[in-house]
């Protein structure tokens, strides 16, 4: 087939006729004497990319939700929606993971410790709890990122999970919290299945008493456990513990056991939004939060305006 002289096909058309050409007429292979070597490079170079960005969307819609390196940890680019849909997709297939729910105060306690980093990036999700990791993960390029907070992430997964009968289990907080957080998610969720609570001490386990706490949860057969111990006990819990236990899903998610059963106050909606919460929490418990807020934030601003500027790298530790 010619192409005329003064046609308006492209050249990229003029490569796409001549293949077309060349394979109907006797379907012998193409030959660099038919596209010359320019042509047939840019070829394969658009067949390479193309093949690449199919298999990735596959991936991305499939199976996992992109990540983003934030100072080494492998913060989710999630939404809530696409939160609950993972979870969701993990009860169904039986498949066992656990959830981070992490702000700035876990991503430097990472810094520290090499071993909850790996538990981080060894996560099925890690939610972005804070703005600033909202802000970093939109900064990348990750526009539907959105808050993933640990109490809203709680009461939204029990009431989406009203349809889908989910057993939930409660595990941590002080003495008698799990059990007020329990009557409280009843009142929210009418029709909530709660399997079972407990409040471990603040001293370690025993082996024994750790194989007894293992028991009475797989005994319950809850398809998500809910542990509030704080970070980094939490994190350590829920890794030590995934292939002991028969639940589909363990989330953790700290204070949430005190907000959503009343027993601290929260900060208003416009301070979380504007990524201001960390002062509330300051003033609320000063003695307690003062150094994780007025040393670790500064610190964490710095690193990350490092990492940005290429000035230093910050190593997942996954290929």
């Not at 709890?129 to 907070?149: A, C, I």
């Not at 109490?151 to 289990?169: K, N, Q, S, T, V």
Request: hydrophobic share 40%.
């Amino acid at each position: 087939m010619a192409i005329q002289k003064g046609s308006k096909t492209g050249a990229g058309n003029v490569v796409g006729d001549r293949f077309r050409e060349n394979l109907h007429r006797d379907r012998r292979p193409v030959t660099f004497e038919i596209f010359g070597l320019a042509d047939c490079r840019n070829l394969i170079c658009v067949n390479y990319a193309l093949q690449n960005k199919i298999m990735s969307l596959v991936k991305s819609n499939e199976t996992d939700i992109q990540r983003v390196n934030i100072l080494g940890v492998m913060v989710s680019a999630a939404s809530m929606k696409l939160t609950l849909a993972t979870i969701d997709r993990w009860i169904e297939k039986r498949e066992p993971h656990y959830v981070c729910v992490t702000g700035v105060h876990g991503v430097m306690e990472s810094q520290k410790d090499p071993k909850l980093k790996v538990i981080h990036n060894n996560a099925g999700l890690v939610t972005p709890d804070g703005m600033p990791l909202v802000w970093l993960s939109r900064l990348r390029g990750f526009s539907h990122v959105e808050r993933v907070y640990g109490p809203d992430l709680m009461l939204a997964l029990c009431e989406h999970g009203l349809a889908h009968r989910y057993r939930h289990f409660l595990y941590g907080g002080g003495d008698g919290v799990a059990d007020k957080l329990k009557d409280s998610l009843k009142k929210r969720s009418d029709g909530i299945n709660i399997v079972g609570t407990y409040t471990p001490p603040f001293r370690n386990l025993t082996a024994e008493e750790d194989a007894h706490v293992v028991k009475i949860i797989n005994q319950a057969q809850p398809d998500i456990v809910w542990v509030g111990l704080s970070t980094p006990k939490q994190e350590l819990w829920m890794a030590e513990h995934q292939s002991k236990l028969d639940a589909s899903v363990l989330i953790g998610v700290g204070a949430a056991f005190d907000f959503n059963a009343g027993l601290k106050l929260q900060s208003p909606r416009w301070m979380q939004k504007s990524g201001l919460e960390w002062f509330f929490r300051l003033i609320s418990e000063p003695r307690r939060l003062w150094r994780r807020y007025l040393i670790n934030n500064p610190v964490f601003v710095t690193l990350v305006i490092a990492q940005l500027l290429g000035i230093k790298k910050f190593d997942s530790g996954q290929s």
